[in-house]
């Protein structure tokens, strides 16, 4: 068991927070990893471009942040630079500042963020730690997703994101899917890269999906209304279910940002569920929008499966989260959602994009609950087994702890960023 003196501290990126009141990803693998890194000794502070609430862990938000005059010139003339991107850079330099806030005040012996518009390359620029490139979502595969075009600014972030990944002192992923296409995408090795799934919520059992307990006619979608998650697609499969099943309803939760289609025209979702489901299904849809973590909790017991219908995941947060509260889950072969739910053994996969496939899977659990209650029994069992937080953050420790060890082995060049950094307003 890895064990780490108290003196360590770490500073984990989080695009919101806190969680259960930011509905992302990222921030609920920082809200499950940072407790259990404390579990092990580790001191862990929180670095957020939006906090939504009050936080009771030490927490800085860039949002408070302000620049020097003199250093925001100098961001916007950089900004105009092909090779940098000012996204990119903005965020990078204001994760630093706040980095270097917190060793001045408490220490600190690493950062991690993603690798969004290559921020964590220019943090590294002006930090005397090392800083881990996480590989949330890059450019290459989310944009592709949710069909956004191959322009200027397109390859402008993807070159900005491969540097970053590149030159990272220490780069994770959460599933071997999305390591592998970095790998071959960006024709890097990363053979010190490890994969690291996110850790899954530990649900008790008196709070689990019970056949008993759910409404057998109702389907759970929880995600944005876009082309990424595949609202479209588990629209489509209903009308194919509530065609078959008169009683079935659609509990659709989540945002509406728009579905791109191939044309690239933007769909909304009460105009998309208008024009693609007929007169007498429509109103079997209730649009519940974004909702906190206990509603959607209610929801995951009330409904009889969940779907999560995503073109593509670098993880798949949503689906473990079905999966650990016992929930019936049927989800895309897309990415590394086969990585967490395990083919007919703890739920069902349908091929991405198909709403036909989709349909019949859903039929299928219909057809026969007391299956569908085993996959629920055994999709929890299977969580709590392979996503358990302190086993991941020992997972995690021991990989920041190899890096210690090349960091204090390797002598570190300063960097003329940082000087830059320093002398636009930080002294």
């Known amino acids: 068991m890895s064990t780490a003196p108290r003196h360590r501290s770490v500073a984990l990126y989080s695009p919101g927070w806190p969680p259960g009141r930011v509905s992302n990803g990222i921030v609920t693998y920082v809200g499950h990893l940072r407790p259990a890194l404390e579990r092990l000794g580790v001191g862990t502070s929180v670095i957020t471009a939006n906090q939504v609430g009050p936080s009771s862990v030490p927490t800085v938000d860039l949002s408070q942040q302000r620049s020097a005059p003199i250093r925001a010139l100098f961001l916007r003339a950089l900004g105009r630079v092909p090779r940098y991107h000012s996204i990119g850079l903005r965020l990078g330099w204001a994760v630093g500042q706040a980095a270097i806030d917190i060793a001045a005040q408490r220490g600190l012996d690493l950062l991690e963020m993603e690798e969004s518009f290559g921020g964590a390359w220019y943090a590294q620029q002006v930090l005397d730690v090392p800083v881990v490139a996480r590989l949330h979502g890059p450019r290459f595969l989310n944009g592709a997703v949710l069909g956004l075009p191959i322009d200027d600014e397109f390859r402008r972030i993807d070159r900005a994101e491969r540097r970053c990944i590149a030159a990272a002192a220490g780069v994770t992923a959460p599933s071997r899917d999305v390591l592998e296409r970095a790998r071959r995408y960006y024709e890097l090795p990363l053979s010190d890269a490890l994969v690291i799934p996110y850790p899954g919520p530990m649900i008790d059992p008196d709070r689990r999906w019970r056949l008993d307990g759910s409404d057998r006619k109702s389907i759970l979608f929880v995600g944005r209304f876009d082309r990424h998650k595949g609202g479209d697609v588990m629209i489509d499969a209903f009308r194919q279910v509530a065609a078959t099943l008169p009683q079935a309803e659609l509990l659709f939760v989540g945002p509406d940002r728009g579905l791109r289609d191939d044309a690239g025209r933007t769909h909304h979702l009460p105009g998309y569920l208008d024009s693609h489901l007929p007169t007498e299904i ?6 519940f929008g974004e909702l906190d973590s206990e509603r959607i909790e209610s929801l995951r017991r009330q409904a009889f499966v969940t779907v999560v219908p995503s ?21 895309a072969d897309a990415g590394a959602i086969p990585e967490v739910l395990l083919g007919d053994k703890t739920g069902l996969l349908f091929q991405a994009g198909e709403p036909s496939d989709l349909a019949s899977k859903l039929l299928a659990l219909f057809a026969n609950p007391e299956q569908a209650a085993r996959f629920g029994r055994e999709g929890a069992i299977d969580i709590n087994r392979r996503l358990n937080p302190d086993a991941i953050a020992r997972t995690t420790l021991d990989y920041y702890e190899v890096l210690w060890d090349r960091w204090s082995r390797t002598q570190r060049r300063h960097h003329p960023w940082r000087l830059a950094y320093r002398v636009t307003g930080l002294l």
Do not use: D, M, N
């Not at 073109?311 to 989800?331: D, H, I, M, N, Q």
């Open 282 to 287: 429509r109103p079997r849809v209730r649009i």
């Open 311 to 331: 073109r593509y995941e670098t993880f798949g947060f949503t689906v473990a989260e079905s999966l650990a509260f016992g929930c019936p889950t049927v989800a």
